[in-house]
């Protein structure tokens, strides 16, 4: 099984990536290839899902870091959902809770972006 | 392993492909410690962007080189060491602003503060022979809280 799956679904206007298995410095040019796609295509409305990351390294957070205010320069955000255990603690002890929006659940962060 | 066996050490090839051997094997020296497995995760992550910052900026990503890791149980403390031959860090950042980062669309600079934040010390050193040495402790369970220590 490969260290890292990253799946997107569109759910109306927004993309959800899904990203199973670890984020390191080997493996964030998996995940940062599919946000860097998705905002260079203008779906800048981006939820990324936690719920299957076993851990994220800084190389991971510094993909978002990188990228959310290009997604918002074109009207849209990068927003979290479902993050649990290290890396919930991770993001917080970054100070990531004060960059990016956070949700319990994926269905929030989706909803959170209304008609915007 | 105990409190009272020798210090492990492993020779790591110093690539990216072996950080999750690195990672691995340090959660497992962790919770054979007695951290407990969300503390072990930390004390694993925050070695993995030392192995990171080890590969990326000693040796800036170039094959061929080796890192020593070595964990030294201690009474109070878990000590685990990264040793290696390569350039030493430059400018190690007291904090990080995120907001400025994310303006400029950095996409690096997080390692050593998220290693400060995960453990309770954290130094880079250099002997006059040129090997350097990143060092990180943590707390063994019932001692402070991450990030109280001190910092370098």
């Known amino acids: 099984m490969p ?44 939820v990324i899902s936690g719920a299957h990351l076993s851990y994220v390294a ?33 993001f917080r002890v970054l100070g990531f809770d004060r960059l990016c929006r956070t949700f319990e659940t994926e269905g929030e962060a989706v909803l959170s972006f209304g008609g915007h | 392993m105990g409190r009272d066996r020798a210090p492990l050490e492993i020779d790591v090839p ?10 691995e094997a340090t ?12 503390a072990a995760e930390e004390i694993a992550v925050a070695v993995g962007e030392a192995m990171t910052n080890v590969v990326e900026h000693a040796y800036h990503g170039k094959p061929g080189h080796a890192v020593r890791l070595r964990f030294l149980p201690g009474p109070d403390t878990l ?26 669309r950095r996409r690096g600079g997080l390692g050593v503060h998220l290693m400060r934040r995960l453990m309770d010390h954290v130094v880079h050193e250099e002997s006059a022979a040129g090997v350097g040495c990143w060092v990180l402790e943590r707390n063994r369970p019932r001692a402070s809280s991450p990030g109280s220590g001190s910092e370098s």
């Open chain 1, 3 to 46: 260290d890292l799956q990253v799946a997107t679904r569109r759910v109306a206007e927004v993309v959800v990536v899904e990203p199973k298995g670890f984020i390191n410095a080997h493996t964030v040019a998996e995940f940062e290839g599919v946000l860097n796609a998705l905002v260079e295509a203008g779906d800048v409305r981006i």
């Open chain 2, 14 to 23: 110093a690539t990216c492909e072996c950080l999750s051997l690195v990672h």
């Open chain 1, 58 to 90: 800084s190389a991971g957070f510094g993909a978002i870091m990188g990228l959310i205010e290009e997604a918002r320069a074109g009207g849209g955000d990068i927003r979290v959902a479902a993050l649990t255990g290290t890396v919930a603690h991770i």
């Open chain 2, 79 to 104: 000590r685990i060491e990264l040793e290696h031959r390569g350039a030493a860090p430059t400018n190690l950042p007291a904090g990080v602003d995120l907001g400025r980062l994310a303006r400029e």
């Open chain 2, 27 to 38: 959660r497992r020296a962790a919770i054979a410690e007695g951290f407990d497995p969300s």
